[in-house]
T-cell receptor, first 113, second 109 residues
Framework: NAGVTQTPKFQVLKTGQSMTLQCAQD?????MSWYRQDPGMGLRLIHY???????DQGEVPNGYNVSRSTTEDFPLRLLSAAPSQTSVYFCASSSDGVNEKLFFGSGTQLSVL | QQPVQSPQAVILREGEDAVINCSSS?????VHWYRQKHGEAPVFLMILLKGGEQKGHEKISASFNEKKQQSSLYLTASQLSYSGTYFCGTRTSYGKLTFGQGTILTVHP
């Protein structure tokens, strides 16, 4: 059972480039979310989804795009990378949106130069 | 809006106790607690639900005051393995889990 799989683990971008962070889960979880983690800021919610075809914004959505065409996948798109988007990104999933724990992926370390 | 955690950092000797607090300005569906080791993903510890139900770790306990929108995590007889950053997460609506800024716990021999 793979759980939550994130790719890539490391990425370096130049300012203005675009890219997609991949997230896939094999637990048939309805709820998926993306967080970014910066020193002293904790985990901040970027976007989340409560099921296929349904997404919503979190606390820091600007500069990021998401879609949820299948239950398994929840990719995060950086439209035009900026140095302020340098961070560690975590994808997480759970079986429901209230009472169940989050399973986290191993994270993606992104640097934007 | 992120919940507020206190203290920001705690230093303990093995065997000592600690309390980490979490408060929110909004009504809560549930409170989550996670621990993160350096360079790793957060790991689930506990969920506290409205109505008093708890799910989670056997050796770590927590409380949830629904009226005050506050939760506390109790770490008793701390071990070296308890070191890490502790995050509380709060659900104020279905699907949306937001985390506090974290509390760094260091346990020394």
């Amino acid at each position: 059972n793979a759980g939550v799989t994130q790719t890539p683990k490391f990425q370096v971008l130049k300012t203005g480039q675009s890219m997609t962070l991949q997230c896939a889960q094999d637990m048939n979880h309805e709820y998926m979310s993306w967080y970014r983690q910066d020193p002293g800021m904790g985990l901040r919610l970027i976007h989340y989804s409560v099921g296929a075809g349904i997404t919503d914004q979190g606390e820091v959505p600007n500069g990021y795009n998401v879609s949820r065409s299948t239950t398994e996948d929840f990719p995060l798109r950086l439209l035009s990378a900026a140095p302020s988007q340098t961070s560690v990104y975590f994808c997480a999933s759970s079986s429901d949106g209230v009472n169940e724990k989050l399973f986290f992926g191993s994270g993606t370390q992104l640097s934007v130069l | 809006q992120q919940p507020v955690q206190s203290p920001q950092a705690v230093i303990l000797r093995e065997g000592e106790d600690a309390v980490i607090n979490c408060s929110s300005s909004k009504a809560l569906y549930s409170v989550h607690w996670y621990r993160q080791k350096h360079g790793e993903a957060p790991v689930f510890l506990m969920i506290l639900l409205k109505g008093g139900e708890q799910k989670g770790h056997e050796k770590i306990s927590a409380s949830f005051n629904e009226k005050k929108q506050q939760s506390s995590l109790y770490l008793t007889a701390s071990q070296l393995s308890y070191s890490g950053t502790y995050f509380c997460g709060t659900r104020t609506s279905y699907g949306k889990l937001t985390f506090g800024q974290g509390t760094i716990l260091t346990v020394h021999p």
